[in-house]
């Protein structure tokens, strides 16, 4: 039916994926029995040589390549591991070498993390393509998302209209990503309750994202953990110290070596410092962990305590999420609005009553308001319009859509932690993060009431922060939770004493001298955790991290922003060696292959109110979805297709792919259908960062006979 096609682009290889090239990368397994001391010294020779800053440059390989070597930036951290902080060292180094046989020269600059933090998120930097004295290319951290739900922390990231700055409704979507398509079934996937509508167009959504990917996710980790066994009722994949109801120090399971150290309090490892002491302006996990036991939400993440054994990974169906300071769950009073009663005898810190004031004040003069400078605005501007005062104990929250994650947004402690109206009501909302109550670390008299289950003691910047058990947590009262209903942590834990040691040489020792009882980002060889295992007082384990690994992309670097270089610096990636000699090195065993923001990890049941798991349970992980994988050929094809559409002003595009949605099809003779017959200056602009070009003979008019054949000829193929 159509005629045969004249090969006239030397340049342009149409090929299809390679799939007998494909590796399976699911798991890669690693044994060895050495020592403690073996193990720790070969740790601590890993960690120890970076430098605080400095750049190293690889020179592309001798490959003939029609276009000139393109320089890209990485700004990273110097801290040589995964993590929110992590700088990814040995994956970067890897990367370098690969993507240099493509042309592309990679630099890498490394920065401590603040100034790291500040050149790749704050406002004067995230539009910012690199320079030397600001801005970013590209970069690496890890994105933690909840196992409960998708949200929050998901389509703030992702809607082409909440970009970080210049918008309205501010979020954070950094890249920025301006996918129209996706956005379209982004918002019916998160407007949807319906288990199988829901999945059908996070599905759809995840293939818009890896055609057009606005990130190049590596891996989802398997990692492991290590607490001592005296440490009961913990959680770490998705309760973490959100829920502490259940904590508790069994003093019977303690070492001798452990009997140095209080026995009442709980020693936790963190990495990060402590910059600010009020909720709304945490930026860190450290922050996060001091804010969150101290203040409350309206709901909290949690799970079925019942079921769990610590030390175990939970189902996902353990998992849920449980009224906080709200007494009950939301009930929608209108389509857009829903009804919160609020726990009533609940008590700040300083003996001042809670009430509906507090919770609105917080909502819309901080957490709503850019003014504030909260650093969770972008987490609610997309979803919430504002709450309002029905009654002393009672409140109604007035949305923008409807969200199938209402809960588990209203259990985000970031903006999600209610402040105290009597103390903040007279103050601008752009004075409160100069306040003592957020700056003041000396003097314990400015600090601001809480009423979660501890509060601030002691901080010591750079050394630890202590908190002690408050006696007027609402939990620990009867006449709030009802009699025999009240809850944790267990009287055997006074106080949480969260110990700055960022060194993971440092923290692997301290755990294996007992001198601590868990902490985050357990960095050491596998050989190390093996060991570890056969521990008596030791609790060794793994579970799946709920976290990404990606590298973010800076759109506004003109060669990035194509993404058919996107795509070749994806297949480039050593994913094989990555898996097999590098992530074993951090004390990851198991990998899974990346893919978008949605994790293994996700699933949803309707309804989804507070765990009560009736009607059909879906997994929105894609599992049909492709991966990404090492094709150094392939990378190179991409390249090809980028130079070709640079340096053809006639087609700025792939043979037949006319709207660059990574597929020749309906779409592609629909725009050759609607310019038919139509003489104009190729490529035409359709929206910002998608030129098209309908004449896909090149003869200076799009024509339904020829123009079609090339079409037809190609419809189905792969770019």
């Not at 060895?32 to 430098?51: Q, R």
């Not at 994913?575 to 990851?588: C, R, T, V």
């Given at each position: ?23 399976e ?27 605080a ?61 603040f ?40 389509s ?88 502490v ?8 399971l ?52 019942d ?54 004040m ?20 997309w ?97 709030v ?10 009287p ?45 007082y ?14 973010w ?61 009736v ?38 595009g ?34 910002p ?31």
């Amino acid at each position: 039916m159509y005629g045969e096609i004249e090969k006239s682009f030397s340049i342009l290889k149409v090929k299809k994926m390679r799939k007998e090239k494909r590796k399976e990368l699911n798991f890669m397994e690693f044994k060895n029995t050495e020592k403690y001391i073996l193990a720790t010294l070969i740790s601590l020779m890993l960690i120890s040589s970076f430098a605080a800053s400095g750049v190293v440059t690889v020179q592309a390989l001798d490959e003939s390549h029609p276009w000139d070597d393109i320089t890209l930036h990485a700004t990273i951290t110097v801290n040589p591991y995964w993590g929110y902080y992590g700088g990814y060292h040995d994956i970067w180094q890897a990367i370098k070498t690969e993507v240099a046989k493509i042309g592309i020269n990679l630099e890498i600059h490394y920065y401590t993390d603040f100034v790291w933090y500040d050149r790749v998120w704050t406002d004067g930097n995230w539009d910012q393509r690199w320079t030397g004295d600001g801005g970013w290319d590209l970069t690496m951290f890890e994105w933690w998302l909840q196992p409960h739900a998708l949200e929050p922390w998901f389509s703030s990231m992702l809607y082409s209209w909440l970009q970080p700055q210049y918008t309205e409704e501010e979020g954070f979507n950094v890249h920025p990503w301006n996918n129209s398509k996706a956005d379209e079934l982004l918002e019916k996937a998160m407007t949807s309750f319906d288990a199988e509508t829901r999945k059908f167009y996070i599905d759809k959504w995840q293939e818009v994202f890896m055609h057009d990917a606005p990130w190049i996710n590596l891996y989802y980790p398997r990692i492991y953990e290590t607490m001592g066994k005296w440490l009961e009722g913990y959680e770490p994949t998705g309760v973490w110290w959100y829920d502490v109801s259940q904590l508790k120090l069994n003093t019977g399971l303690m070492p001798t070596a452990r009997q140095a150290l209080h026995q009442d309090w709980v020693y936790y490892a963190v990495t990060e410092d402590i910059w600010s002491l009020l909720p709304p302006y945490m930026d860190t996990y450290t922050e996060e962990q001091m804010e969150v036991l101290q203040w409350s939400s309206l709901y909290s993440w949690s799970m079925n305590w019942d079921n769990f054994v610590t030390g175990t990974q939970p189902d996902p169906t353990d998992y849920i999420i449980s009224a906080n300071l709200a007494d009950g769950f939301p009930t929608q009073i209108g389509p857009l609005q829903y009804r919160v009663n609020l726990k009533q005898g609940v008590k700040w810190s300083d003996g001042d009553q809670f009430d509906a004031d507090d919770v609105v004040m917080t909502l819309n003069n901080i957490t709503l308001n850019k003014l504030s400078g909260n650093t969770g605005i972008g987490d609610w501007v997309w979803w919430l319009k504002n709450a309002t005062k029905v009654g002393t104990y009672q409140v109604d929250l007035h949305l923008k859509r409807q969200v199938a994650d209402l809960l588990s947004l209203l259990a985000n402690d970031w903006g999600g932690l209610i402040m105290p109206h009597h103390i903040f009501k007279d103050v601008a909302p752009q004075n409160i993060e100069q306040r003592d109550e957020n700056i003041n670390f000396d003097d314990p008299t400015a600090w601001a009431p809480v009423t979660g289950p501890f509060k601030l003691k002691e901080i010591v910047a750079g050394e630890y922060c202590l908190l002690e058990r408050n006696p007027l947590y609402f939990g620990f009262d009867e006449n709030v939770m009802g009699v025999g209903q009240t809850w944790g942590p267990d009287p055997s834990v006074q106080a949480i004493y969260l110990k700055t040691v960022p060194d993971p040489a440092v923290r692997l020792l301290e755990f294996q001298t007992y001198r601590l009882d868990l902490g985050e980002y357990p960095t050491a060889p596998l050989e190390v955790w093996q060991v570890m295992e056969d521990d008596p007082y030791l609790n060794v384990f793994q579970y799946d991290y709920p976290a990404s690994n990606p590298i973010w992309i800076n759109f506004n670097n003109p060669y990035l922003s194509n993404r058919w270089i996107r795509k070749a610096i994806g297949h480039a990636i050593p994913y094989p060696k990555i898996f097999s000699e590098i992530l074993p090195s951090w004390g990851i065993e198991t990998a899974y292959p990346g893919k978008t923001y949605v994790m293994p990890v996700h699933y949803y049941t309707e309804p989804n109110t507070g765990g009560d798991l009736v009607g059909t349970t879906v997994h929105l992980f894609n599992e049909e979805l492709e991966p990404w994988y090492y094709d150094i050929e392939l990378a190179e094809d991409y390249m090809e297709l980028w130079w070709y559409s640079e340096n053809n002003p006639a087609a700025n595009g792939p043979q037949g792919d006319a709207d660059f949605s990574g597929l020749v099809d309906l779409d592609d003779f629909l725009i050759l259908r609607d310019n038919a017959g139509v003489t104009a200056d190729w490529p035409v602009e359709v929206v910002p960062g998608n030129m098209i070009d309908p004449d896909f003979d090149n003869s200076g008019t799009p024509s339904m006979i020829d123009d079609f054949d090339i079409w037809g000829a190609l419809y189905g193929v792969e770019y």
